[in-house]
T-cell receptor
Framework: KNEVEQSPQNLTAQEGEFITINCSYS?????LHWLQQHPGGGIVSLFM???GKKKHGRLIATINIQEKHSSLHITASHPRDSAVYIC????????????FGKGTKLSVIP | KAGVTQTPRYLIKTRGQQVTLSCSPI?????VSWYQQTPGQGLQFLFE???????NKGNFPGRFSGRQFSNSRSEMNVSTLELGDSALYLC????????????FGNGTRLTVT
């Protein structure tokens, strides 16, 4: 069983819809990253969080450490949000090992 | 500020050969980490360097190695290439550990024939 589970694997939405992508993990972590990967391979870091909630533009990320769960929300989705969203957990204080989810492929249709 | 630069962008090698990939981090970033991405396994952590020291290594065979120079530039080497080593190799830099977001390069796409 993968230590980091993302759901759904694939998501198709109409432009303007509210989107939620979920990430559950089984190990103790010190931080969690949400990454965005566009076709062609480039990866952009969206958020790094260890507690609570962060917001950047139309993107919101939340984490519940006790429940070992994080969500990424996209409000008013747009076709340019189409990408693969990847959750990655950073385990171990003082060490630096990222474990990745398999990603959620999002397609936003105009 | 220049981003993370990886060279080369594309590489084709034959089985048994070795390859060296390069990563130049954002100026001031002392941590460089390497990742392998394949369609089957997704993204996997290879290793991380901070101030020329390897702090952690993922579950990869000893054929995969790396180093970091005093200017924080990093190289990774894969010896005795296998077909399964075909992948996108990504590096990322950060201020170090938990100190900030990761900044990824565009990757080197390695094809082993």
């Amino acid at each position: 069983k993968n230590e980091v589970e993302q759901s759904p694997q694939n998501l198709t939405a109409q432009e303007g819809e509210f989107i939620t992508i979920n990430c559950s993990y089984s190990v103790g972590i010190s931080a969690l990253h949400w990454l965005q990967q566009h076709p062609g391979g480039g990866i952009v870091s969206l958020f790094m969080l260890s507690s609570g909630k962060k917001k950047h533009g139309r993107l919101i990320a939340t984490i519940n450490i006790q429940e070992k769960h994080s969500s990424l929300h996209i409000t008013a989705s747009h076709p340019r949000d189409s990408a693969v969203y990847i959750c990655a957990v950073l385990s171990g204080a003082g060490s630096y090992q990222l474990t990745f989810g398999k990603g959620t492929k999002l397609s936003v249709i105009p | 500020k220049a981003g993370v630069t990886q060279t080369p962008r594309y590489l084709i090698k034959t089985r048994g050969q070795q390859v060296t990939l390069s990563c130049s981090p954002i100026s001031g970033h002392r941590s460089v980490s390497w990742y392998q991405q394949t369609p089957g396994q997704g993204l996997q952590f290879l290793f991380e360097y901070f101030s020329e020291t390897q702090r952690n290594k993922g579950n990869f065979p000893g054929r995969f190695s790396g180093r970091q120079f005093s200017n924080s530039r990093s190289e990774m080497n894969v010896s005795t290439l296998e077909l399964g080593d075909s992948a996108l190799y990504l590096c990322a830099s950060s201020l170090g550990g938990h100190q900030g977001p990761l900044h990824f390069g565009n990757g080197t796409r390695l094809t082993v024939t």
